[in-house]
């Protein structure tokens, strides 16, 4: 596995291990899977560059690579139990299978309800989808948040039990899904239960890709 830090005009760097600066980008290749990790404080033009280069890295190949991309405090799923490793610097490590990622799209939404379109139940799900990201919650917090949540949703009598709640936690943190996709399902679940949205409306209502 080869780690790079990515400079401010695209350059790979060589480093032994990721610091996971907020104002840095690294580029980890396992040849079969390349994961860009982008920090918050780092410029447009770096992440814009990383993701150029991570292309054309793919392009050299006879047989393209995965690529992933994690924004920091949104990483998820099996990358996660990954991150200690990488700030201590190792070998391999096993491929993160790529998946579709969901995007929360605010502003396609916003501008269907600036034109003056009645929200449906997808678009005021989006907003507060919307809204719950902005609030930068960590990836722990929200599989918290929905554990509760689901508990609370499918159980006859009484409030959710701590050991209730953790074991969901950890389903749910081992499920690999993205930060949009937790914040999505909160909101939506968080509907049903202000009786916005029934039940039996649930299953009509999944995350869009």
């Known amino acids: 596995m080869l780690l790079y830090s990515v400079s401010e005009n695209g350059a790979l760097r060589k480093v032994k291990k990721v610091d996971f600066a907020e104002n840095k980008v690294f580029l980890i290749d396992d040849n079969k899977t ?12 770096k992440k814009e560059l990383s993701e150029k280069k991570a292309g054309a890295l793919n392009k050299k190949r006879e047989e393209p690579a ?16 990954i991150m200690e490793g990488l700030k ?8 993160i299978e790529r998946r579709e990622e969901l995007k929360i799209k605010y502003e396609d939404t ?15 799900i989006t907003v507060n989808a919307h809204t719950l990201a902005q609030k930068a919650k ?8 929905l554990a509760e949540l689901q508990i609370s949703l499918t159980k006859e009598k009484g409030k959710p039990t701590v050991k209730e709640i953790k074991k969901k ?3 749910i943190f081992k499920s690999s899904s993205t930060y949009e996709e937790l ?3 909160i909101s939506q679940i968080r509907l049903i239960k202000e009786k916005k949205i ?6 009509d209502f999944k995350p869009p890709s």
């Open 34 to 45: 390349i994961f860009l990790w982008q920090g918050q404080k780092a410029s447009k033009k």
């Open 66 to 81: 995965k690529i992933q991309i994690f924004e920091q405090g949104k990483e998820y799923g099996s990358f996660l139990p």
């Open 88 to 95: 201590k610097g190792f070998g391999q490590i096993s491929p």
């Open 110 to 124: 916003i501008d269907l309800l600036d034109a003056g379109l009645t929200p449906d139940l997808e678009a005021v």
């Open 138 to 145: 960590s990836y722990e917090e929200l599989c918290k948040i």
């Open 169 to 171: 936690e950890e389903e």
């Open 183 to 185: 914040c999505w399902l």
């Open 198 to 203: 029934g039940k039996q409306k649930l299953a």
